[in-house]
């Protein structure tokens, strides 16, 4: 935008040079590195109190308003099929004072009882903004199996977005739920795509920084985890995608 003007030049003791950027929201800036690193097609899940995801090249589709789908334009001024939904607001109400530890028997018995949780726990918004939330064949569960349920459950709300936007390519998710295994795993089942893991929480503020780079490009960094081999894994997002249109 220029540098700064001389009057706060003078007041903060900044050199007078100092440029000015056009800042951009954190979820674009948590997708800019992949623009600059990576080739389409390709999603970036922004996570945090909203989850936001966006689709780089991804299958044409016609986007729903009222499901909380809409066009966003990047750093560099195209525009990007998006949706999103309040999964940390979700996973905090869900899991507030309760432990979120688990073990495989934890996940084996969540897949082999079908335990599932269907949207939503935040209504309003996303794509099931009017539907309440329901669990079923939930008795007696362990923190464990609860936890694991959660994940479950937000990885499906978090695919359901990017079918919505025309996702396709590998996924990178960005944010807290990078550090959930049982969030990603679940996602790579359910979009039948690979997903990585960022290994960095500050992918906002690499996406702020690279505006003031000239573009130097950045390669994107993380776990990659593949569709599930198990077809239990499949099976379980059939079956919550059956429930939830039932």
């Known amino acids: 935008l220029g540098p700064i003007l001389p009057a706060i030049a003078q007041r903060t003791e900044l050199d007078p040079r100092t440029p000015v950027f056009c800042g951009l929201h954190d979820s674009n800036a948590s997708l800019l590195p992949h623009l600059l690193s990576d080739a389409p097609p390709f999603s970036v899940v922004s996570t945090g109190t909203w989850v936001v995801s966006m689709a780089v090249g991804g299958k044409t589709t016609d986007l729903d308003p009222a499901r909380d789908t809409l066009v966003n334009v990047n750093a560099l001024g195209d525009p990007v099929p998006s949706a999103r939904f309040m999964g940390g607001r979700e996973f905090s109400?869900?899991?507030?004072?309760?432990?979120?530890?688990?073990?495989?028997?934890?996940?084996?018995?969540?897949?082999?009882?079908?335990v599932q949780l269907l949207p939503s726990t935040q209504q309003g918004s996303g794509p099931f903004p009017h539907r309440a939330a329901?669990?079923?064949?939930?008795?007696?569960?362990?923190s464990g199996?609860?936890?694991a349920a959660i994940s479950f459950y937000l990885a499906l709300m978090t695919a359901t977005c990017l079918e919505l936007i025309g996702g396709d390519g590998p996924?990178?998710?960005?944010?807290?739920?990078?550090?959930?295994?049982?969030?990603?795993?679940m996602l790579a089942a359910a979009t039948?795509?690979?997903?990585?893991?960022?290994?960095?929480?500050?992918?906002?503020?690499?996406?702020?920084?690279?505006l003031a780079s000239d573009g130097i490009e950045t390669a994107?960094?993380?776990e990659q985890t593949?569709?599930?081999a198990e077809p239990v894994w499949g099976d379980y997002a059939e079956a919550w995608w059956l429930a939830v249109r039932m």
Not at 94 to 105: R, V
Not at 134 to 142: E, V
Not at 171 to 185: D, Q
Request: aromatic share 6%; hydrophobic share 35%.
């Open 192 to 210: 039948g795509r690979a997903v990585v893991a960022s290994e960095t929480s500050t992918g906002t503020s690499i996406g702020a920084a690279l």
């Open 134 to 142: 329901q669990w079923h064949n939930a008795d007696n569960l362990s």
């Open 226 to 228: 593949e569709p599930p």
């Open 171 to 185: 996924t990178t998710v960005e944010g807290p739920f990078a550090k959930n295994p049982l969030f990603i795993r």
């Open 145 to 147: 199996q609860r936890f």
């Open 93 to 114: 109400l869900l899991t507030d004072g309760q432990p979120q530890e688990w073990i495989d028997d934890d996940v084996d018995a969540v897949l082999a009882r079908q």
């Open 220 to 222: 994107s960094k993380g």
